[in-house]
Nanobody, 120 residues
Framework: QLQLVESGGGLVQPGGSLRLSCAVSGFSFNYHAIGWFRQAPGKEREGVLCISSSGGITTYADSVKGRSSISRDNAKNTVYLQMNSLKPEDTAVYYC?????????????WGQGTQVTVSS
């Protein structure tokens, strides 16, 4: 069964770093693009970054440019979101999602989310 599981969230001080992981099982990982999204309290969900099946990267949120990166380890069926210089406005539940091949809009499966809180 198709499954995505996020981990790595937590409480971090402003300026700190976190690495989120999205572990994927139940389907051909190498065939799928994986995207990271976030939803802050009272706000709509927004895309953050996406990595295609071939490793191409799409940045959805201008606010993370220069501070965050995405990578995939096909041997571990895992995608990582590295976030640096974190700000309070990065506080949100972070989700990963999967779709075939490229970073389009046809997300077929979502994880349950992991909470990231940036606060002193």
């Amino acid at each position: 069964q198709l499954q995505l599981v996020e981990s790595g969230g937590g409480l971090v001080q402003p300026g700190g770093s976190l690495r989120l992981s999205c572990a994927v099982s139940g389907f051909s990982f190498n065939y799928h693009a994986i995207g990271w999204f976030r939803q802050a309290p009272g706000k709509e969900r927004e895309g953050v970054l996406c990595i295609s099946s071939s490793g191409g990267i799409t940045t959805y949120a201008d606010s993370v440019k220069g501070r965050s990166s995405i990578s995939r380890d096909n041997a571990k069926n895992t995608v990582y979101l590295q976030m640096n210089s974190l700000k309070p406005e990065d506080t949100a539940v972070y989700y990963c999602a999967a779709q075939p091949l490229g970073c389009g809009k046809n997300w077929v499966r979502w994880g349950q989310g992991t909470q990231v809180t940036v606060s002193s």
